[in-house]
């Protein structure tokens, strides 16, 4: 991946002119933090929610996995120390750490690893990686620091997986109270949630103390990008992440404030509610994804910051295919396809909108576009929360979301998924490619997915953003790239 850090010294006096001038008499803090997200976590457990805030809060900082997923997307040990692979490709072997505790004092060993493995496989659909763990036929514990998982079917992907944050380890003893009193082996114990910030304290028991150099962190969740903006300008906030494109140029001119500018995972699209009839005709979706100008929706919206995508992956996916030609922007086309769906009056669809930048400003784009080929769109605006229980659920018609984890084409292969899309033959083609060995079969079956995946136009995909942090200077180790979208304290430091 190709980084970049974008350090523009426009006139200070252009902050000024945006009408809020920048007050950070208090400088940066020698051992504490600030973040800013957007959204804000119902719960804590990421091996038992979608929602991907939560992996933003806790990954790397409460919970750990196996392994973990560097910057650059290259896999590196952390629970465990070293793994390997049978020649048959059937059987990996975890070498644990055998320094490893829980903030409660409980060891980890090849049992705990056993259990959370278990536990996550038997959570089926709720857990992000379900297909992962579905593959895995058995795990056990070879000796105390020794795991090994039994797989149906090769899968080379599996250490990566295993870096997620659905994938992190749980103690049987605590687990059931993971969503909300999260207790793990990371650096850093939560102390205070009041339904509002969360605030994370240095556990001082870390096995590495010389690593940790932030004691305490406290994330808060702000949805309008004004309020995002004055947060930052009155020295409140040390990190924004994923800033509103429309508000970087008041950064950009800031001797305060670096913009950081990187690679994503995210696949901003329409989701649709196959579910819903005329939406599970493949010529309404279709006609969907030609109404839709993505490089105008990157303009207007992100600002440029982004490039368009036409399937379920981004350009630094392995074996990526650009497949925005299959169902290029053409109103008339659209028009068509709607005729011979047989749509002769204004179709009527809600579009429901989370409390998102990209979403807020995108909606009404969306609706102008749609519109303009004789599909009527109302725009429901909802909480994260109401997301989550609405949409998530399958209670929609049209929703602008951004999916932002790495490789979660699987998604595809589950019915009861909130889109609701069945298609036996693609999840022959997602099986075929995971038990390929060949590399060669491996990535003309991964070209295969994402073309079929564009050519029943599944879901109306526009764009991947660019990653853009809003930092305070002397704030170092705050990634730039986001293969995995996760906010690791334990590797910033102020300098």
Not at 46 to 55: D, E, F, L, M, R
Request: glycine content about 6%; aromatic content about 8%; charged content about 20%.
């Amino acid at each position: 991946m190709i980084s970049r850090r974008t350090l523009l010294s426009l006139p200070l006096v252009a902050a000024a002119a945006a009408g809020v001038p920048f007050r950070v008499a208090a400088g940066p803090r020698d051992r504490s933090l600030v973040i800013c997200l957007s959204l804000q976590p119902e719960a804590l457990d990421p091996t038992s929610s979608a929602a991907a805030v939560i992996g933003e809060v806790v990954h790397a900082n409460v919970f750990e996995g196996l392994t973990r997923i560097e910057e650059n997307g290259r896999v590196g040990p952390l629970l465990a120390r070293s793994w390997s692979l049978s020649d048959d490709q059937l059987r990996y072997r975890f070498q644990l750490r055998p320094d490893v505790r829980f903030h409660d004092g409980s060891s980890l060993d090849a049992a705990v690893v056993v259990y959370s493995i278990e536990r996550a496989k038997a959570l089926g659909h709720a857990n992000k990686l379900a297909a992962t763990f579905a593959n895995i036929a058995a795990v056990r514990a070879v000796d105390a620091q020794t795991v090994e998982l039994v797989l149906h079917h090769a899968d080379a992907f599996l250490p990566f997986r295993l870096g997620e944050p659905p994938a992190v380890i749980l103690h049987p003893d605590s687990a059931a109270r993971a969503a909300h009193a999260p207790i793990g082996t990371g650096p850093y114990r939560l102390t205070r949630r009041p339904g509002g910030d969360i605030d994370l304290q240095r556990w001082e028991a870390f096995r590495e103390p010389e690593r940790i150099r932030i004691d305490q962190a406290t994330f808060r969740f702000i949805p309008d990008p004004e309020r995002q903006v004055q947060e930052v300008m009155e020295g409140r906030v040390d990190m924004l992440f994923r800033a509103a494109p429309t508000s970087i140029g008041r950064f950009e001119a800031s001797r305060e404030y670096e913009v950081l500018s990187g690679s994503s995972s995210g696949k901003g699209m329409v989701a649709i509610n196959h579910r819903r009839a005329p939406l599970n005709d493949v010529r309404i979706r279709r006609a969907l994804t030609h109404a839709i100008d993505r490089e105008a929706f990157i303009r207007e919206v992100l600002h440029g910051r982004g490039r368009a995508i036409g399937s379920h992956f981004v350009p630094t996916d392995p074996n990526y295919v650009n497949l925005t030609a299959v169902h290029p922007y053409d109103p008339e086309q659209a028009r068509a396809l709607l005729r011979e769906a047989g749509v002769r009056s204004p179709l009527e669809l809600d579009l429901t909108l989370p409390p998102t930048p990209y979403a807020l400003a995108g909606g009404p784009v969306i609706a102008r576009a749609l519109q303009a080929v004789g599909i009527r769109i109302r725009l429901v605006r909802v909480s994260w929360a109401e997301w989550m229980s609405g949409v998530f659920q399958g209670r929609f018609d049209l929703s602008l979301i951004l999916h932002v984890e790495p490789l979660d084409y699987a998604i595809y292969t589950q019915p009861d998924y909130y889109f609701g899309y069945d298609s036996p033959v693609f999840r022959s083609l997602v099986a075929q490619h995971a038990a390929a060995v060949n590399p060669r079969q491996h990535g003309r079956l991964f070209r295969q997915i994402q073309r079929h995946l564009a050519n029943d136009a599944v879901n109306a995909w526009i764009f991947t953003p660019e990653s853009i942090s809003v930092v305070r200077k002397g704030l170092n180790g705050v990634p730039m790239d986001y293969p995995v979208v996760t906010h690791d304290v334990g590797a910033m430091y102020w300098g």
